[in-house]
């Protein structure tokens, strides 16, 4: 039963991660703030009824909510492709830290270059093949295999493979970051 109790608030820090209100999150999930709120605080009993349409809105699962000793250490969490990068999380989506490993495929040379990104957080990453262009306000780095970076990311940035093969890199950063890479903004 201590399993059902900690279900509440592990909702409730999922949602917040995400920067969700109450409000919103209900609202995605079809169901009152008040029956959100009283299964957050534990004051209502979890059904699957209640628990699938929210879970399904934070992108998690059920067992995400459930603390099983003999959890699978596996990372289940599909890859993405998005404006020309394939992005594979490393990291479980509970996880406080969150860590992908991004394919930056080449753009054509006549495609435009992307805008540059600002968000809350902090990244760090690593080159594991290729080379990076890496754009952070008005200078340019070009890093290669077995290179890494760190910088705040409320500094405008913007990264992309640099010449005509892919680069892959491990990027770790917060919840903030990753919304911005895995959903459109």
């Known amino acids: 039963m201590d399993e059902l109790q900690r279900l509440g608030p592990r909702l409730r820090a999922a ?3 995400r920067g969700w209100t109450l409000d919103e999150l209900a609202a995605r999930s079809g ?9 957050e605080s534990g004051k209502r009993q979890a059904s699957l009824e209640l628990l699938l ?3 399904r809105q934070l992108g998690i699962r059920v067992d ?8 699978d250490p596996r990372v289940h969490r599909t890859a993405i ?3 020309g990068m394939t992005i594979a999380p490393l990291t479980r989506e509970a996880s406080e830290v969150r860590a992908f490993k991004i394919t930056y495929h080449p753009r054509p040379p006549e495609a435009a270059e992307r805008e ?5 957080g902090h990244e760090w990453l690593y080159v594991l093949s290729g080379r990076l262009h890496l754009a952070l306000a008005d200078r340019e780095h070009v890093l290669g295999r077995g290179e890494a970076a760190e910088f705040d990311t409320s500094v405008p940035h913007r990264m992309r493979a640099e010449g005509s093969t892919p680069c892959e890199v491990i990027s770790i950063f917060n919840t903030v970051g990753e919304r911005l890479h895995l959903h459109t903004t």
């Open 15 to 17: 949602r917040q991660e």
């Open 31 to 39: 169901m009152s703030p008040s029956t959100l709120s009283r299964l």
């Open 53 to 55: 349409p929210v879970t």
């Open 64 to 71: 995400d909510l459930l603390d099983a000793p003999d959890r």
């Open 81 to 83: 492709r998005r404006d």
């Open 116 to 120: 540059l990104q600002v968000h809350e």
